[in-house]
Nanobody, 127 residues
């Protein structure tokens, strides 16, 4: 099970740090690729960022790179998403997801790749 937290209401230009914690584990979180996706009202869920189990293996949605930073702490079974300089267009529900099999970079951007999902956390950015 994955549980997201850290969402909330923030003004444009502000920051939020989301966390994704694995619990009641049925898979090896430390060896899992974890992705963040988001879904804005009326839109499809889209890829935000991914981090592989090996340190340094990250990938970002091109428009978000530079404002968002993904990191993991395997000792705490946690993956975080630091979001800076937020814009109203960043509003949506943010989900983390995991897959405990090797995947390609392309697969990591596809929500259908992931087998375990959290319930999501709401992020609202006001203008």
């Amino acid at each position: 099970q994955l549980v997201e937290s850290g969402g909330g209401l923030v003004q444009a230009g502000g920051s939020l740090r989301l966390s994704c914690v694995a619990s009641g584990r049925t898979f090896s979180f430390s060896y899992s690729t974890v992705g963040w996706f988001r879904q804005a009202p009326g839109k499809e869920r889209e890829f935000v960022a991914r981090i592989g189990w090996s340190i340094g293996s990250t990938d970002y949605s091109r428009p978000l790179k530079g404002r968002f930073t993904i990191a993991r702490d395997n000792a705490k079974n946690t993956v975080s998403l630091q979001m800076d300089n937020l814009e109203p267009e960043d509003t949506g529900v943010y989900y983390c997801a995991a897959i405990d099999q090797p995947i390609t970079t392309t697969q990591g951007r596809d929500l259908k790749t992931y087998t375990t999902w959290g319930q999501g956390t709401q992020v609202t950015v006001s203008s």
